[in-house]
Each structure stands twice: as C-alpha cells, then as structure tokens.
C-alpha cells in the first residue's frame, strides 16, 4: 500500500477530527501517502481529494465536526455512482480507504469492497454509540457530557417553578445517549426505543414521584423511543390526565452533535486512527476498529454491520433504584 484515502460519512460526531489526524500522521510516521477525501462518497465520486502531510492536520485534535465534510451520498447507493467513486480512487493513485462513519457509511465500503476487492477499513463515528463491535463510537462521550450539562441547567428551572420537563435527546434507533444521560443527569423517568415502559408505568411513576415528595420532574426521552409519542404528545396525555402538573418540553437537537471533543474521545479516536492505518499496512482489510474492555480489537466488517447493540439492562434497574 502506497496511499490511503480518508473520508468522514454519515452524520458528524465529536472526534472525527482527531481521527483525521490519526490517520493521516500514522501515514506520515510509515512514509505513504494520505490523501483526504472532501464530503464523504460524494466527494469521491466527483473527484474531490487534497493530499495531506502531517501539517494539514495541525491544530484540529480540539475541533468538533469534520474538516473533511460529511454528506450522506445517494449516489454512492447506485452501482454507477460507486463505478465513478472507483475510477477516480485509481486515478488518484489510492489503494486502500479508511471510511470514518456510522452502519451505513460501512455498508458502503463493504460493497464497494465486494465489487472492486478494494481494501476498507471502518472507524466507527457517531454519537448514537449504536455499532457492534465497539463499547465506544467516537463523539459518544463527548455527547453525553454535552446533555448532561443541558439538562443540569433545565433541572435548575424545574425546580425553581415545580415543573416537569420532558427532555428528547438524539438516537432514533438507541437508547444509549438517553438511558446514559439520563442516569447521570439524575432523570426520574427515561424512554428508550429498546423497551417499551408503556404510558401507565410512566403516569405511575410520576404519581409516586409526587407522592413521595418530588415536586419537579426530568423525563428524558430518546427521540426514537418505543412508546411511539414525541416529547409534545407525551407532554398533552399528562397534562389530561395530570393536570396538577407544569409541563414543559425541551428538544436538544443537534446542539447534541456538536462541540470540542471530550478528552475520551480524542484519545479514542487517536488510538482508532492508528490501528486503522497499521491493520491496512499488515494486508488485512474489511475490518472495523473498535474499543472492547479497553482493548483496540478488529470485528469484521460484516459482522459491525449486521450485529445489533443492546442497552445494558443493568442500567435500567439502576435507574430505576436511585430515581426513587
Ligand atoms: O445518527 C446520528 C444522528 O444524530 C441521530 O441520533 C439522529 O436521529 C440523526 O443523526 C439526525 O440526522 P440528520 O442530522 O441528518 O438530521
């Protein structure tokens, strides 16, 4: 291998940055190229690269989002568009990619990897800590860390004006920012898309909250939770059948994506870089990068993508214990 293609895909997490820099300074440290790879496969299909030497990496370990940009690409879905991708990545004179992303930027490489045999390497990026084979994604700490503050701060008027609040936070298909957040930022009562707490449950508890001497409240929802109600649905059912209740509802958004890495995560993401580019460099390929019991360990490609992660069901009793 003489040069390595580096692109961000999917949405951005905190960290991508300084997986950037891992990668292309590992590059520099065994002399081979590295050329970075603008908007994701949108970039590679309309022939968007730069070279980078260490330098163009300087000062970005702290930067939150991708200096190389993202794009979920359509094209790239197409065989035509992948074809485009290919031929360009041969021009360039690239022969392996490290594809930083999430399930579906990895679905990508692999079958661009089915097709041409081009060697792929995944690190996994998003905030949604929702791939197999990692404990980690990169930006999932720093996300937590970021809801956790927001919600320290919303808890201040909840209290002040005895009021419950029902919090959403990202994750459409994980539980993991909400149920984790949730726990840290003290929440009474959290909704996840892995179980479904049923509306009764969740009118219970807020009963006994009261009851117990509670008089403000935290829920905090993920936005793909299973009760199939958003934050605003959720607030009107309580207040019918709640109406001793001050409700009120707060959308965190992409606020949530962004931001200065934790330190965590820049590490992490130095530590993924590294392995990313040395596993490339040993001949193997189709492999993610991952963190398991402090451990960087390989899972095959296939296997991230097609293996699901579960919330910790420990978590959920401990939750439930300490928001007595
Ligand atoms: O996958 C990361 C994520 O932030 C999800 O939690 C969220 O549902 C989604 O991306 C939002 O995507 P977009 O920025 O494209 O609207």
Excluded at 31 to 38: P, T
Excluded at 45 to 54: S, V
Excluded at 254 to 265: A, I, N, V
Excluded at 301 to 321: F, M, P, Y
């Amino acid at each position: 291998i003489k040069k390595i293609g580096v692109l961000t895909s999917g949405g951005d997490s905190p960290g991508m940055n300084a997986a950037i820099r891992a990668v292309v300074r590992t590059c520099a440290f065994h002399n081979i190229e590295c050329a970075g790879v603008y908007r994701g496969y949108q970039g590679m299909i309309e022939g968007d690269f730069k070279e980078m030497g260490p330098r163009a990496v300087n000062n970005i370990i702290n930067k939150g989002g991708t200096i190389l940009k993202s794009a979920r690409s359509k094209e790239f879905m197409t065989e035509e568009g992948r074809k485009k991708a290919h031929a360009n990545l041969v021009k360039q004179g690239i022969d392996a990619l490290v594809v930083i992303g999430g399930n579906g930027s990895f679905t990508g490489a692999l079958l661009f990897n089915k097709e041409f045999g081009f060697p792929v390497i995944g690190i996994p990026g998003t905030i949604d800590n929702d791939i197999f084979g990692t404990s980690f994604t990169l930006g999932y700490d720093t996300a937590l860390n970021t809801v956790v503050e927001v919600i320290d701060k919303i808890r201040d008027t909840a209290s002040s004006h005895n009021r419950l609040f029902f919090i959403e936070v990202m994750g459409r298909d994980a539980g993991h920012i909400a149920l984790n957040a949730g726990i840290g930022a003290g929440a009474e009562e959290i909704l996840i898309p892995e179980e479904d707490m049923g509306l009764d449950r969740l009118l219970d508890s807020l009963r006994k909250s009261k009851a117990s001497g509670k008089s403000s409240s935290i829920v905090v929802i993920a936005e793909g939770d299973k009760i199939g109600k958003n934050a605003f649905e959720l607030k009107d059912y309580v207040e019918e059948n709640m109406p001793e209740y001050d409700v009120r509802v707060s959308i965190l958004g992409h606020m949530q994506r962004g931001g200065s890495p934790s330190c965590f995560d820049r590490v992490l993401a130095s530590r993924l870089g590294v392995k990313a580019v040395e596993t490339l460099l040993e001949g193997n390929s189709n492999y993610m990068v991952g963190l398991i019991r402090d451990e960087i360990v390989l899972t095959p490609l296939e296997n991230a993508v097609k293996g699901k992660t579960q919330v910790d069901k420990e978590l959920i009793r401990v939750s439930d214990i300490v928001s007595i």
